[in-house]
T-cell receptor, first 113, second 114 residues
């Protein structure tokens, strides 16, 4: 069956450390993978997009990797801050899914001062 | 632009009643999506439109759910009759273009059916 799996347990880290979130998928061939941030009571907000032929993408303190062999994307936040505390969602778009944006369940990140 | 605007923000209704959720996408965006978010199932795509035309409604759970987009600046999601299991947060999102473009989400409508 098709699945998108993110760490179900909340990730707790200390301020200043690097947070690494995982997104694994099975039985999809994504053309694009996106990462979103969601704060309580608000809609998801786009952070980064990476294409299937890209290995890595960076934006300020954020870095995304995409390994189509492992069927995995990693999302890194360097020098994390308490303001980075939120739920992070990965989403993929696959040609065989009509290009629909399909989301994982999300991982809650808590950065402690 | 004010972003994607949804109304109401909260809706509490009794089982069996009709519920209508509203969405105004970002001006110029040609794709509009309706999602539902629950703890159990996460964020699920219900239906999406391209240039006001419904393209894929395979995520709509039952015939009780219907969606319309009468023009480029307005869409509705209707549930009739509503049931307690419809309780969720419903999000509308819009984008400019199809794959490989970011989706802009509204604040969501929290629906509670009692």
């Amino acid at each position: 069956s098709q699945k998108i799996e993110q760490n179900s347990e909340a990730l707790n880290i200390q301020e200043g450390k690097t947070a690494t979130l995982t997104c694994n998928y099975t039985n999809y061939s994504p053309a694009y993978l996106q990462w979103y941030r969601q704060d309580p009571g608000r809609g998801p907000v786009f952070l980064l997009l990476i294409r299937e032929n890209e290995k890595e993408k960076r934006k300020e303190r954020l870095k995304v990797t995409f390994d189509t062999t492992l069927k995995q994307s990693l999302f890194h936040i360097t020098a994390s801050q308490p303001a980075d505390s939120a739920t992070y969602l990965c989403a993929l778009e696959a040609n065989n899914q009509g290009g629909k944006l399909i989301f994982g369940q999300g991982t809650e990140l808590s950065v402690k001062p | 632009d004010a972003g994607v605007i949804q109304s109401p923000r909260h809706e509490v209704t009794e089982m069996g009643q009709e519920v209508t959720l509203r969405c105004k996408p970002i001006s110029g965006h040609d794709y509009l999506f309706w999602y539902r978010q629950t703890m159990m199932r996460g964020l699920e795509l219900l239906i999406y439109f391209n240039n006001n035309v419904p393209i894929d409604d395979s995520g709509m759970p039952e015939d009780r759910f219907s969606a319309k987009m009468p023009n480029a600046s307005f869409s509705t999601l209707k549930i009739q009759p509503s049931e307690p299991r419809d309780s969720a947060v419903y999000f509308c999102a819009s984008s400019l273009g199809w794959m490989g473009t970011e989706a802009f989400f509204g604040q969501g409508t929290r629906l509670t059916v009692v």
